[in-house]
């Protein structure tokens, strides 16, 4: 089995401030983690992934994870935040679940950037 | 082209009406994925599409029909849906069922009345 728990549901930043969306997955075999970014009225568009090798992954807008297993954390990062980045986030886990691979998604953190 | 398309982006029926969803990709990718998402909520699975055929039924009730014509379309076929079935449906592909990051088309927003 596998989960993913999303610490806080909203998290508030001024512009130009450090991001942090937690994320913390439970599962039994090695995990594939995602962030997933969610404007208003679209559908949901990959930031970064982890499979294997390297722990700090890098990705789009800016964006990194740090994949730490004794922690069992996936953690996204901004070092400043920018308007543009105010949207829903989705850190989701993917592995075997009953002989399928189906993605589980964390219930979301709304990202809010003051001026 | 990494894009998965979807129409009709709005849609509005009635609870007796008969309508259909349609998702394509033309990324060579062999899953195909439909959600269902609330507001504030995160996307929640529905059917699975591996190889054009169904591997993955989320329990959903039959009025929802999906349908894969071939490994770049995918439909979902609604009937007699109930005021709760008003939703954003959002269809993704992945180059395989498994650990492959998915890619989501700009979903459908759908209101029964």
């Known amino acids: 089995a596998q989960s993913v728990t999303q610490l806080g549901s909203h998290v508030s930043v001024s512009e130009g401030a450090l991001v942090l969306l937690r994320c913390n997955y439970s599962?039994?075999?090695?995990?594939?983690l995602f962030w997933y970014v969610q404007y208003p009225n679209q559908g949901l568009q990959l930031l970064l992934k982890?499979?294997?090798?390297?722990?700090l992954v890098k990705g789009i807008n800016g964006f990194e994870a740090e994949f730490k297993k004794s922690e069992t954390s996936f953690h996204l990062t901004k070092p400043s935040a920018h308007m543009s980045d105010a949207a829903e986030y989705f850190c989701a886990v993917s592995g075997a679940s009953g002989g399928s691979y189906i993605p589980t998604f964390g219930r979301g953190t709304s990202l809010i950037v003051h001026p | 082209d990494t894009e998965v398309t979807q129409t009709p982006k709005h849609l509005v029926m009635g609870m007796t009406n008969k309508k259909s969803l349609k998702c394509e990709q033309h990324?060579?990718?062999?899953?195909m994925y439909w959600y269902k998402q609330k507001a504030k909520k995160p996307p929640e699975l529905m059917f699975v599409?591996?190889?054009?055929?169904?591997?993955i039924n989320e329990s959903v009730p039959s009025r929802f029909s999906p349908e894969c014509p071939n490994s770049s379309l995918l439909n979902l076929h609604l009937h007699a849906l109930q005021p709760e079935d008003s939703a954003l449906y959002l269809c993704a592909s992945s180059r395989q069922t498994g650990t492959y990051e998915q890619y989501f088309g700009p979903g459908t927003r759908l209101t029964v009345t």
């Open positions: 982890y499979t294997t090798g390297a722990t």
């Open positions: 599962s039994s075999v090695p995990p594939y």
């Open positions: 599409y591996s190889y054009e055929k169904l591997s």
């Open positions: 990324m060579g990718h062999r899953a």
